[in-house]
Structures are given as C-alpha cells and as structure tokens.
C-alpha cells in the first residue's frame, strides 16, 4: 500500500470528531441529569424546611409549650428528656397532638417515663423533632415536677384543688372527689410516692385513711383506702374524723411521712413506704392531753428531727412533741397559751426569716379574729404571744397553713373558715407579720359547707 491518501484521512478524522462529540454529548447529559435530581433533592429539602418548623416556647412544670412555626398542621412529635424518647401522636397513647399553623399547644411529660428520667429526677435537655426538623432547650438543673396547690376539704368529704400561679394568683379550682360519707377536715400534701408529682392523703370520720396520688396528667386517681387511724378508740366523745395533720420526713429517711388524729388525743404516724403506701409505726397519747385540733411540724429545737406542734389541750395551750428522727416522739413541750379556748389552726415555720421556726395560731374566740404568734428561740422555748394579724375574714372558727404564694421567700397564709366556707390568703411580710391578699377561690359553685381542712405542698421550701 502506497499508504493513507487525503481523502481517507479527511474522513476519520470527520468521523473521529463525530464520535468525540457524541460522547461529550452523553456526559453533559449524565451530569446535566445528576445536577437536576440534587437540585431537585435540595429544593424539596428547603421546602420542607420552610414548610416544617417547631419551636419550644416554654416548659413550666410537667408541660412542654411548643410552637408550630411553619406551614399546616403539626400531628405527630417526637419528644426526647435527655436520652428517653417516646411519642406524641394524634389518637396514639391517650393524647391527642393537633398543633395548627403558627399556633402553640402544650404537651404534657407522661407519668410513664421510666427511671432514671421519671419526673423528680434533673432533666438537662429537651429535643423535640416533626417532619425533618427539630429543636431542643437546655434546662440546666430544672425539673419536672408538679407540687404548687392547695387541697381543701369540707365536713362531708369533698375535695376542692387549686393550683398556685406562683405570682399571688390561682386558678383551675375543681372538685378532685366527692365521697359518700362524712367528714374530713385533715389533709397532707406531699410527694409520697417519690414520683415527682405531689399527691395527698386525707381521711374520714370512721378512721379511714385515703391516699390520692397525683397522675401529673390528668389530675388525682380516686382515693384509695390505706389505713386506718385511732381503731380502738370507744369513748363516744372522742370523734374518728380526721383532724389536722402534720407532714415531714418524720424518720430521716427521704420519705415524706405523716401524722394524724381524729377529735381526740390519739395520735398515729404513718411512715411512707415511697409507693403510695404506708406503715403505721406507732400510736400514741401524750399524758394530759384531750383532743387533737391543728397540727403542723418543723425541727422546733434544731436537732435535726422534724417535730410535731399542736393544740393537745384545748385550754389555749399550744404544745410540741420532739421527734426522735424514728417515727417516734417524745412527752410534750408548752410552746405557749393564749386565751382558754382550741385552736383548730395551727401553724409551723420560719415567718420572720431568722432561720429559726416560729409558731402561729388562730384561738376559737366569738370576737378576737386573729392571728397569734409564737417566736421561736431556737432551743424549744418561745417568747410571750403576740397578735399580728387581725382580718373580719378570720371568724369564729378557722384552720390554715404555711404556704410561699408569690415566691418572694418570705411564708404566706392560706386559710379557710368554717363557718364562711371561703378561702383566703395574706402575705408575709418576712418579719412575722401578715397583710391581707384576697380570696383564693370563689368556691361557691362548689356547694362545700363546714370547710375546714386544707394544706399545701410539703416541704414548702423547696421550689
């Protein structure tokens, strides 16, 4: 062969730039096609980001308020309190999720949330995630947990709560239970089930013992029967209703205990078990006594265990029994004697911020509404009575307790009386005297007649 001529060359090389151009041709198309499908891709991420936002607003107590930010509705959540997840979804578990558009609902921390995330325990960080987005709040040592109301009862067992706005305020007063039977005018309020959440237990007049455990969620289960206090008691003056009690760690044990009488001078202590229920450690009748009206404790002697203050006399004195740290106490002490009547209100804590508890009570009389004040020296001794507070809304027969309202650090009063059937409060003034606030709650709606039980939560130092 003479080898290649022009006219051959000519043509490969046509044909080789066609073949070029055909492969450039198919990548272009490869890339271009990769290019739309990530566009593609990203603009459905963007989409959904700016269709899907939520927001925490706040957490205030077992509640998450949470903010639909984006586009349409929000029904379905995960929620996460540090590593425990569960879900929130419309018709799934009882709760029902429905957040619409730019809108905030609540969410509330289910009872179920297994240890160690149960609601006593610190929670350090909630993440909440809905349809490819999600946000998170930090809660630096914040716990969930519901303890800020009142519990009021009447002499025909009914049971009114009312929850503290912590800024003087109160709302959402309802009825938790109205029994069949008659007659409670003692209630303790504390967490005694170790769940977070602060229940109560209250009683009748045939010796019966209730416990209410708060299910954080929907309000109280209905009382279950515990105990029984004061069941030899045959004097047919000395009544089984349940009178004021006395709530503390009684044992030194980290559990919250009580103490109870009927109208009488038999006093039981109930050690709780962390569970919701109790055992009874000991009954006993202090030497002279005659009926046990109001009842409060605190460590009177600074000893290191919780005592009980009472009226035991009903001659005007008022008495403190020493704890001895197990559920036991010793032989009565006179705190101090004002007039020569009962007092069904009495009343233990630190009113004038010395660091020292202090003893208020509130004397049966037709014509002195008032409040009388025992200061406390520290050593089991008290100095001479004084009155320090005086209001109309005080009548002949009243009972209270001690009680941080507004949260300014200094104790406030909450009372009832029998008679009005009303609730009130005055606020301390953090030197042992008391200025009236108001009525709590109109409790009309309510039909309670004979009120005279109430408290509030214990330890009510802590927040």
Known sequence: ???????????????????????????????????????????????????????????????????????????????????AHFNAKNGTNGWSIVIPEGRVASVSVPETITVPYTGANAVSTIKISSSGTFTEMKLPGEKIIIKDFIIISDRYDKWVYVKSEKDGSFTNAYIVE????????????????ADGYYDFVSGDNSGRIYFFKNSGINGFSPGVHIGDFNPDVTNPNYMKRAMDMAVAD??????????????????????????????????????GGERGLGKDSADINRDGCKDIVADAKNNGDIWWFPGN?????????????????????????????????????????K????????????????ENPVVVYSH???????????????KDGNLDILYVNYEGNSLFW????????????????????????????IAGPRPFWED
């Open 1 to 83: 062969m003479k080898g290649i001529t022009p006219v051959i060359t000519i043509i490969l090389i046509i044909l080789i730039v066609i073949s070029a151009t055909g492969f450039v041709y198919m990548m272009f198309r490869k890339n271009l096609s990769s290019t739309e499908e990530a566009v593609e891709t990203s603009l459905e991420t963007v989409t959904k980001g700016i269709s899907s936002c939520i927001r925490i607003e706040h957490v205030n107590g077992n509640k998450i308020y949470i903010r639909n930010c984006g586009k349409g509705n929000i029904t379905e959540l995960n929620i996460y309190l540090d590593r």
């Open 178 to 193: 109205d029994m069949p039977y008659e007659g409670s005018w003692g209630i303790a309020v504390a967490d005694f089930n």
């Open 250 to 287: 009684f044992d030194n044990d980290d559990d919250m205990d009580f103490v109870v009488s009927g109208n009488n001078n038999y006093y039981s202590v109930f050690l709780s078990n962390k569970d919701g229920t109790f055992t009874k450690k000991t009954e006993f009748s202090p030497t």
């Open 325 to 365: 740290c197990d559920g036991t106490f010793g032989e009565p002490h006179l705190v101090g004697t004002w007039g020569n009547n009962e007092s069904y209100g009495v009343i233990a804590g630190d009113f004038d911020n010395d660091g020292i508890n202090d003893v208020l009570t509130n004397p049966y009389s």
């Open 367 to 382: 014509h002195n509404h008032v409040l009388v004040f025992f200061k406390g020296k520290g050593d089991g001794n008290f």
């Open 392 to 406: 109309e809304t005080l009548h002949d027969i009243n009972a209270g307790d001690a009680f941080d309202v507004d």
């Open 426 to 453: 005055a606020s301390g003034n953090g030197d042992g005297t008391f200025r009236y606030r108001g009525p709590v709650a109109d409790l009309g709606s309510f039909d309670m007649r004979d009120i005279l039980g």
